[in-house]
T-cell receptor, first 112, second 112 residues
Framework: GNSVTQMEGPVTLSEEAFLTINCTYT??????LFWYVQYPGEGLQLLLK?????DKGSNKGFEATYRKETTSFHLEKGSVQVSDSAVYFC???????????FGTGTRLQVFP | DAGITQSPRHKVTETGTPVTLRCHQT?????MYWYRQDPGHGLRLIHY???????DKGEVSDGYSVSRSKTEDFLLTLESATSSQTSVYFC???????????FGPGTRLTVL
């Protein structure tokens, strides 16, 4: 079946450190891939997305590249800030459907 | 962001009582979704709607029903709440089947 696997958190970093949150997926066909972010007490917001292999999604200094050969969509940021502290969800949507399948989420904590 | 509100934002109820959660949107989006968020599971789709009076089941629909009598409102009903339905419930909307989903702020439901 279709699924998304994320690294377990929490991920704890100091401000200005490099961030990687791993995400791998299992899917038939050619899914679209997403990263959503959930700040404390809020709903999810789309952070970035990629719709085909080798596409790179980017937003707010975050990047993720759709790697079909490794079925991965790892989230990276070169220098995190305290304000990036949140829960990050990787998700996929199979081609020609509207259903999102989410990973379990990874909590990021950034300390000054 | 789409104007999505959820009510109530917090509710505590007892086992066996009926509960209705409301999602209201002002963006005239055709598609609406109900998810539940639980530790270790990420977000899971309960029910969704692709138009007025058109609804279908998601991954975890047992014990839930929905109704959509007008474009802007999508109601989620727990006919007889159980402790296993203690969760945070999120509504989402999208303008098209493969467009970005926008999330509401969530409702925290506790069933004692």
């Amino acid at each position: 079946g279709n699924s998304v696997t994320q690294m377990e958190g929490p991920v704890t970093l100091s401000e200005e450190a490099f961030l990687t949150i791993n995400c791998t997926y299992t899917a038939t066909g050619y899914p679209s891939l997403f990263w959503y972010v959930q700040y404390p007490g809020e709903g999810l917001q789309l952070l970035l997305k990629a719709t085909k292999a080798d596409d790179k999604g980017s937003n707010k200094g975050f990047e993720a590249t759709y790697r079909k050969e490794t079925t991965s969509f790892h989230l990276e940021k070169g220098s995190v800030q305290v304000s990036d502290s949140a829960v990050y969800f990787c998700a996929l949507r199979r081609d020609n459907t509207d259903k999102l399948i989410f990973g379990t989420g990874t909590r990021l904590q950034v300390f000054p | 962001d789409a104007g999505i509100t959820q009510s109530p934002r917090h509710k505590v109820t007892e086992t066996g009582t009926p509960v209705t959660l409301r999602c209201h949107q002002t963006e005239n989006h055709r598609y609406m979704y109900w998810y539940r968020q639980d530790p270790g599971h990420g977000l899971r789709l309960i029910h969704y709607s692709y138009g007025v009076k058109d609804t279908d089941k998601g991954e975890v629909s047992d014990g839930y029903s929905v109704s959509r009598s007008k474009t802007e409102d999508f109601l989620l009903t727990l006919e007889s709440a159980t402790s296993s339905q203690t969760s945070v419930y999120f509504c989402a909307t999208s303008s098209g089947s493969t467009d970005t989903q926008y999330f509401g702020p969530g409702t925290r439901l506790t069933v004692l």
